[in-house]
């Protein structure tokens, strides 16, 4: 199994432009989960899909930030416009059973907004 | 949610076992340890969970307490890749259940 896949692995892009991050879950696995990492604030939760449907947003900070899941093999995490805060590592990852059960992380990508 | 406690870091010799710990005096009858790292740049990686028996993979150990307070995860022969953060979670196993991760143990193994 490939495991979990995430493209580009690094974004460097100036502020104000849009920038869409996107993933490829393990095949047969029907949750998919949005994280993102920074020094200060550590890894946080920002959205969770279930079967494709997003079942909680909460963690993502503002309208800025936007997630779709058009199928059970992709995701997008769009950012639009960006800011210097928004540079961070962004993670996905997907489990075969919800949040609770063993998630499998991507490599992350690597954001940076100048 | 029953909160975990771990020290911040710990060293650990190559080649020797590491034994990390983790407090949860308040864990509830159903929710389950699990066990993540993060090695530096990389995403994190589950490493193995369990409710009340110990648990063993090709990766490590976790020795529950029979009380299920606390618990320890075995890395039986530490090496200087198994240098990272591990994150100890406690949570219920349901599909409506996030899992968040605090401040985990920084270990760090040395020649």
């Known amino acids: 199994d490939a495991g979990v896949i995430q493209s580009p692995r690094h974004e460097v892009t100036e502020m104000g432009q849009e920038v869409t991050l996107r993933c490829k879950p393990i095949s047969g696995h029907n949750s998919l989960f949005w994280y993102r990492q920074t020094m200060m604030r550590g890894l946080e939760l920002l959205i969770y899909?279930?079967?494709?449907?997003?079942?909680?947003d909460s963690g993502m900070p503002e309208d800025r930030f936007s997630a779709k899941m058009p199928n059970a093999s992709f995701s997008t995490l769009k950012i639009q416009p960006s800011e210097p805060r928004d540079s961070a590592v962004y993670f996905c990852a997907s489990s075969p059973g919800g949040p609770s059960y063993e998630q499998y992380f991507g490599p992350g990508t690597r954001l940076t907004v100048t | 949610d029953a909160k975990t406690t771990q020290p911040p870091s710990m060293d650990c010799a190559e080649g020797r076992a590491a034994n990390l710990p983790c407090n949860h005096s308040?864990?509830?009858?159903?929710?389950?340890v699990y066990w993540y790292r993060q090695i530096h740049s990389q995403g994190p990686q589950y490493i193995i969970h369990?409710?009340?028996n110990n648990e063993t993979n090709e990766m490590a150990s976790l020795i529950i307490t029979e009380d299920r307070k606390s618990s320890t995860l075995i890395l039986p022969h530490a090496t200087l890749r198994d240098t990272a953060v591990y994150y100890c979670i406690v949570r219920v196993r349901n599909a409506g259940n996030m899992l968040t991760f605090g401040g985990g143990t920084r270990l760090m193994v040395k020649p």
């Open positions: 369990g409710l009340k």
């Open positions: 308040t864990i509830s009858g159903n929710e389950y």
């Open positions: 899909f279930n079967n494709n449907v997003p079942i909680d």
